[in-house]
């Protein structure tokens, strides 16, 4: 009985070649998940960077907290955002989300 489950275990595994062949399902995954998952959001971070890096004085921007304001100074890490008429808060850089087109 012993000698059947080793046989039965040995064939299992089968040749050299079939043992690629089930590595390509995994990497053909990979290969749609990075395309449908990674890449884009890598798009994504690249191009919310580059709006970071762009900011001025004077512009109408979003928060990701969802609050609008003007931008009246920067600094390196810190974004002052008059929210209105002489109310202003200091927010981090990274959580400005976005420029606007007009403020609402």
């Known amino acids: 009985m012993f000698n059947d489950l080793a ?3 040995g064939n299992a595994g089968g040749s050299g070649s079939s043992g690629m062949a089930s590595f390509i399902p995994l990497i053909l995954m990979f290969v749609v998940f ?5 890449w884009p959001q890598q ?5 919310h960077r580059q709006v970071l890096t762009t900011l001025q004085k004077g512009d109408s921007v979003v928060t990701a ?4 304001g003007t931008i009246t100074g920067l600094t390196d890490t810190v ?3 008059e929210i209105a008429e002489k109310v202003r808060i200091k927010v981090s850089r ?3 989300a976005g420029k606007v087109q007009s403020q609402v």
């Open 34 to 38: 990075y395309f449908l998952l990674i």
């Open 65 to 68: 907290s969802g609050i609008y």
């Open 7 to 9: 046989y039965a275990m």
């Open 43 to 47: 798009k994504k971070a690249k191009a």
């Open 79 to 81: 974004v002052t955002l």
């Open 94 to 96: 990274g959580s400005i």
